[in-house]
Nanobody, 127 residues
Framework: QVQLVESGGGLVQAGGSLRLSCAAS????????MGWFRQAPGKEREFVAF????????YYADSVKGRFTISRDNAKNTVYLQMNSLKPEDTAVYYC????????????????????WGQGTQVTVSS
């Protein structure tokens, strides 16, 4: 059984920064690619960022490119999302998820490709 627990969300003013963490249980964390998604009220869950199992490949949604950075520490079973220059439109519940090994290392879009999800952490950006 895999558990993913997000933390680090909160209320921040526009232009500010937050760092989200996602701690994973289990001994095989380093074998899996991970992703961050977000869901705003009334909207579908959308892709934010992806990192390969080694950390060597990262991909971002156009809306966060240049502002957000995904990283991981396999020794700590943790993946991070550093969010800078936050905007009110970044307000959402942020989820981390484990990408199934069924897919190739460059195949990261689509929530159905992720087999375990955290409970989410709220990020609110005020204007």
């Amino acid at each position: 059984q895999v558990q993913l627990v997000e933390s680090g969300g909160g209320l921040v003013q526009a232009g500010g920064s937050l760092r989200l963490s996602c701690a994973a249980s289990g001994r095989t964390f380093s074998s899996y690619a991970m992703g961050w998604f977000r869901q705003a009220p009334g909207k579908e869950r959308e892709f934010v960022a992806f990192i390969s199992w080694s950390g060597g490949r990262t991909y971002y949604a156009d809306s966060v490119k240049g502002r957000f950075t995904i990283s991981r520490d396999n020794a700590k079973n943790t993946v991070y999302l550093q969010m800078n220059s936050l905007k009110p439109e970044d307000t959402a519940v942020y989820y981390c998820a484990r990408r199934s090994t069924t897919y190739s290392s460059t195949d990261y879009l689509g929530t159905y490709k992720y087999d375990y999800w955290g409970q989410g952490t709220q990020v609110t950006v005020s204007s």
